[in-house]
């Protein structure tokens, strides 16, 4: 006898799998906004202190490095060298707050992953988004200290909040990446914790533009700041604090060369939803 031939057209279209971000759009807004809010009041239950935790991890950093890197002469070029310091730990620390949690996210909602359909861009999205809120309270003690520190508001500071979105969106893009990528490879979390150690020391936190420029050369600071981390965060500084802080524009060599930095965060974007995508409808399994 021969096999019943089965016709798919009368079945009507096949059956798809989870998606990245589904197809309502709302929900994946109102799902990925509830994950984070729930995350961030969560982070602080049960503390007496609570927020204060947060904030002292960046001020105790500062304070080691700042203690340690001005007895050395580090900053005197320019000006509020203290508060550009703070700046570069506090963007810092939401780098790798938000994409050391992402790591871990899809498998620490492993339960909801495999029990409910929804948008999966929804986990490690919802992890950023938590981090962006304690990134904008960190934020509020720059302007403190830089204000103390008699400093001026600029009408530069209304830069800002674009250069906090490319921050974010770049940073988003890694973790949507970090996230499906520790789904199948475990060996993810401990690479990246060693990447996030040379980025720390490879982009100009405690130290200045000029001093690459002046120790290493004019290529290797054009080179540093390829990294659209160490581009954004040069920019803050000018914009922010000081334009004593070299600009991002003058420290890459020109503008033009800003395009290769916003370049790597274009393909980095592209690259993680084409993998997450891909990956969305299996992770349940992978899992």
């Known amino acids: ?30 799902l990925t906004w509830t994950l984070a809010i729930t995350d961030f009041k969560l982070r602080f239950f ?22 340690v890197f001005s007895q050395l002469g580090l900053g005197k070029e320019v000006e509020y060298y203290a508060v550009g310091l703070l700046a570069g730990i506090v963007l810092f620390s939401f780098m790798s707050e938000a994409t050391g949690q992402a790591v871990r996210s899809l498998s620490q909602r492993e339960n909801l992953v495999r029990k409910i359909e929804f948008p999966r861009l929804a986990v490690p999205m919802a992890t950023v988004l938590t981090a962006l809120f304690n990134l904008a309270l960190n934020l509020v003690p720059i302007f403190v200290f830089l204000l103390a520190a008699g400093g001026r508001p600029l009408w530069s500071w209304f ?15 890694l973790s949507t990446l970090l996230s499906v990528l520790f789904v199948r ?46 581009a954004i965060l040069q920019q803050t500084r000018h914009a922010v604090i000081d334009p004593s802080h ?42």
């Open 1 to 30: 006898m021969s096999a019943p031939v089965v016709d798919f057209e009368r079945l009507g279209p096949p059956l798809k799998g989870p998606s990245a971000l589904g197809s309502d759009l709302r929900r994946f807004a109102r």
């Open 246 to 287: 070299e600009s991002a524009a003058s420290a890459i060599g020109g503008a033009p060369w800003l395009l290769v930095p916003l370049a790597l965060t274009i393909a980095t974007v592209v690259i993680a939803y084409r993998v997450f995508d891909r990956a969305a409808p299996r992770i349940a399994e992978d899992l």
């Open 46 to 67: 049960g503390s007496a202190l609570g927020y204060l935790w947060q904030l002292m991890r960046p001020l105790m950093l500062f304070g080691v490095l700042y203690a």
């Open 185 to 230: 490879y475990r060996d993810i979390e401990p690479i990246w914790d060693v990447v996030l150690q040379v980025t720390f020391y490879a982009s100009p936190i405690f130290y200045t533009a000029a001093l690459v420029r002046d120790t290493a050369g004019e290529v290797a600071l054009k080179v540093m700041m390829f990294n659209p981390f160490a």
């Open 159 to 173: 830069e800002l909040p674009f250069l906090m979105v490319a921050l974010g969106v770049f940073v988003l893009a």
